[in-house]
């Protein structure tokens, strides 16, 4: 199969669909459901069978974005994007009917229901992972190809030997995005210079940071690009075999997920053969039993190994000895989001957008004391300030910002004075946190910093594995520290040894859960340590 | 850890720990070259004869160039490294390290069976660990007394899981095993089960040997009677590696 034929099998399954003149499209992702997007649905599907004006259909698709406004619903032409649809908020059942007769171009929408699509939290996004989210239903496989899907995938089995898919990645300048910002490239790269024998690909999916949701709503939303993504991945470095760590806390996506992965095989976009290829792959999935710490790669192995979920030391790397001792790549799922267009447009395209070292959007989860919540993909090197009170509407109820946290429990917290700074792997080292997977979770001035590090040293305490002393009582002892400073009973000598605790833990631990665990403490002394130091007894 | 097994054409590297020039086989570890100079460096899951786990990561060294702190056990000896074991440092970690474990559980010498023949008290001896600054948690543990022969303590366990590794690698029953996280941690025998109840004990009591504490002792020894044997590990390992 070529492109063109990819191309002829989009517009036979188009013909077949008889696309509708307008689509009602009602977001199915988690958080649209957990308001009553269910209802919604069904209501609106019951009403559109009796419409004579015209050809209308409603359907189920991905997150579209603003999920503080769920359920969301959009009224659009076939695939015209997000910003072109009539965008309805806190949708009830009732609504339906009133939805439905104003469907149609010249009728007047539902003013009173209508979410404005030239906010800057619609405009100001830069959608390429999130590109089909909200547009494409993700458990229909005619949907993806239609929209455009697989077309990265054929071009690279059609037209593209294995290195020239690495030279695209690498040229993009892509970082690997589930929080460490790896050369993506270089990753494939090392693992395609591994002898020729059993490899594997392994897609990274145990997210599992307080108020991070971007992978879940990519798989929720479009579950096709990231298996597109694994297939191209594994072409490039000779894998035949791939395997999808999802944490079972995330059901519909494992459901979307198991649906992407039937109906691929069954038209012959994964298995055996694919495309009429001699190329191989077969994807399964793996359900993450709630552990914290098997999105580390080298615990998330041995849990896909069916074994106790603890991390080992490094080297030897995966892309050494990773699954069963084969050579493995292990990326995100976002990373894996991204790999699709950067076949299809260059990798130069790609490395047109963002920073000088931090190239391409980052999708990142807004939540926290925020207007609108919900998920946001935008240029790397975007100003916080412009993401927090542009995109994500400022602090509701006339609070003060404080601080917000990037990176999850691995990171830190950046306050007022640093908010114009651009984002990027780079610029949040430098402020004491990371980018981690792009969980951001905004404070306002009623928040204790002193609660803030307590909370995620109680997270780190509790997911911590065991294996190694600084990190399984490490963590303890600080957290004793900073319930004991939060109950305005610690000393001074406290505050010491819980830094030097800090620096132990830090500089001690095996993997990068307990290395990173001192963050959020390290983070609100070095910004908010009069906060310590009033509350000390 | 899965370390590849040693080839019979290695090669041999020179390199530098605490400005001493040293020869070593390209397939050593520096914990292994170290142990072998006699320089000092302690350790508590590591274990000759044992597969690396990079646990306790009480022998962490500095190595020049690299950015991080080594565990000397998971490390490969290189061409022109160089390595110090024994800075400032890393003697402050270490302190705080073995602070740390007395701490975690409840670790009293007086009345320990293992009194002066632990290698958590010899640690705190050597690492200078004359008081202990964080509180204890003072949570109590269990105690398995069960097995006809032996006993175990989870009071004094310190999941250095030698037991675990013992029993899988060189007795080959794999009783012992850990099970939960964080510090609720603990190894058990079987699935959980009473150690007497447990089918696939063989009593070999080997776990007893490498017990580094007095976690795992015999039965009928009062304070300070346990003695532990660990030569036979390192003979069966070397039977092993000649054949």
């Known amino acids: 199969m070529n492109l063109d034929d990819l191309a002829d099998l989009a517009a036979k399954y188009r013909n077949e669909a008889q696309e509708p003149e307008i689509e009602v499209r009602v977001c199915m992702a988690a958080s649209c459901q957990s308001s009553g997007a269910v209802p919604v649905l069904d209501a609106l599907r019951a009403g559109c069978g009796d419409k004579p004006e015209g050809n209308c259909k409603v359907k189920g698709v991905g997150c579209m974005g603003l999920c503080s406004a769920g359920p969301l619903i959009a009224v659009a032409p076939p695939a015209a994007p997000l910003e072109e649809a009539v965008i309805y908020r806190d949708v009830t059942a009732e609504d339906a009917p009133e939805i439905l007769a104003s469907a149609f171009p010249g009728s007047t929408p539902v003013e009173r229901l209508r979410c404005p699509t030239d906010m800057p939290f619609f405009s100001r996004q830069h959608k390429i992972v999130l590109e089909n989210a909200g547009i494409v239903d993700p458990n229909s496989f005619r949907g993806y190809v239609m929209a455009g899907g697989y077309a990265a995938m054929v071009q690279a089995l059609s037209e593209m030997p294995p290195q020239d898919v690495i030279n695209e990645v690498t040229t993009s300048g892509l970082r690997g995005r589930g929080g460490g910002g790896y050369p993506t490239g270089l990753k494939w790269s090392t693992v395609a210079k591994m002898p020729a024998g059993q490899k594997y690909v392994i897609c990274n999916a145990d997210e599992g940071d307080p108020g991070a949701f971007m992978d879940r709503a990519i798989l929720e939303s479009d579950p096709h690009r990231v298996l597109e993504g694994m297939a191209i991945a594994a072409y490039a470095i000779g894998a035949n075999k791939g395997y999808v760590y999802v944490r079972a806390e995330y059901p519909l996506a494992v459901e979307r997920l198991k649906t992407a992965i039937r109906k691929a095989k069954r038209a012959g976009f994964l298995g055996n053969h694919i495309c009429e290829t001699q190329f191989n792959f077969d994807v399964e999935i793996r359900l993450g039993a709630g552990a914290f710490v098997c999105g580390e790669e080298t615990a998330l192995m041995a849990s896909v190994e069916g074994g106790r979920g603890q991390p080992r030391p490094r080297p030897p790397y995966p892309a050494e000895y990773g699954l069963w001792g084969s050579p493995t790549l292990i990326n995100n799922v976002e990373t894996y989001a991204n790999i699709a267009p950067i076949i299809t447009n260059g990798g130069a395209w790609l490395a047109g957008i963002g920073t000088e070292k931090s190239k391409g959007t980052k999708v990142f989860a807004l939540a926290g004391t925020i207007v609108n919540t919900g998920l946001i993909e935008v240029d790397m090197g975007t100003r916080l300030r412009d993401i927090i009170f542009d995109i994500g509407g400022g602090i509701p109820n006339g609070k003060g910002f404080k601080a917000v946290q990037t990176g999850g429990p691995s990171g830190g917290c950046v306050p007022e004075a640093h908010l114009d700074l651009p984002v990027d792997y780079d610029s949040l080292k430098t402020l004491g946190t990371m980018m981690g997977s792009g969980g951001m979770i905004v404070m306002d001035e009623t928040s204790n910093m002193v609660d803030v590090a307590r909370f995620f040293m109680e997270f780190c305490m509790d997911e911590s594995c065991g294996k190694c002393i600084p990190c399984r009582t490490g963590t303890q002892q600080m957290h004793g520290l900073l319930d004991k400073i939060a109950r305005t009973e610690a000393s001074r000598t406290d505050l010491e040894l819980l830094e030097e605790l800090c620096e132990v833990v830090q500089a001690t631990s095996l993997c990068g859960l307990g290395q990173t665990a001192p963050n959020p403490v390290l983070s609100t002394l070095r910004y908010f340590r009069q906060e310590y130091e009033q509350q000390l007894g | ?243």
């Not at chain 2, 320089?39 to 190595?63: K, Q, Y």
């Not at chain 2, 160039?65 to 024994?86: D, F, I, N």
């Not at chain 2, 190894?187 to 089960?193: E, G």
Request: charged share 25%; proline share 4%; glycine share 8%.
């Open chain 2, 1 to 243: 850890m899965p370390l590849p097994a040693p080839r019979t054409n290695v090669r041999v590297v020179t390199l530098n720990i605490n400005g001493q020039d040293l020869s070593a086989r390209e397939d050593e570890t520096v914990i292994e070259l170290c142990r072998e100079n006699k320089i000092p460096i302690p350790s508590l899951c590591w274990m000759d004869g044992l597969s690396v786990v990079g646990a306790c990561r009480l022998c962490v060294v500095e190595i020049a160039g690299s950015p991080r702190l080594q565990a000397a056990c998971s490390t490969r000896v290189r061409e022109g490294m160089v390595v110090q074991t024994s800075t400032d440092r890393l003697r402050r970690y270490r302190r705080i390290l073995v602070e740390l474990l007395f701490a975690e559980r409840n670790h009293v010498c007086s009345v320990c069976v293992s009194n002066g023949h632990c290698e958590l008290q010899w640690l705190a001896q050597t690492c200078g660990v004359d008081h202990v600054r964080m509180p204890y948690r003072g949570v109590g543990y269990s105690l398995d007394s069960s097995h006809e022969m032996f006993r175990v303590d989870h009071n004094r366990c310190v999941l250095c899981t030698r037991c675990v590794r013992v029993c899988d690698e060189i007795e080959g029953a794999h009783t012992w095993d850990v099970m939960g996280r964080g510090s609720g941690c603990q190894v058990v025998t079987d699935l959980a089960k009473p150690w007497g109840d447990s089918g696939s004990c063989t009593s070999c009591g080997k776990c007893v040997q490498v017990c580094p504490t007095g976690a795992l002792v015999k039965q009928g020894t009062s304070v300070g009677e346990m003695v532990k044997d660990q030569q036979f590990l390192s003979i069966l390992a070397r039977r092993r590696s000649n054949r």
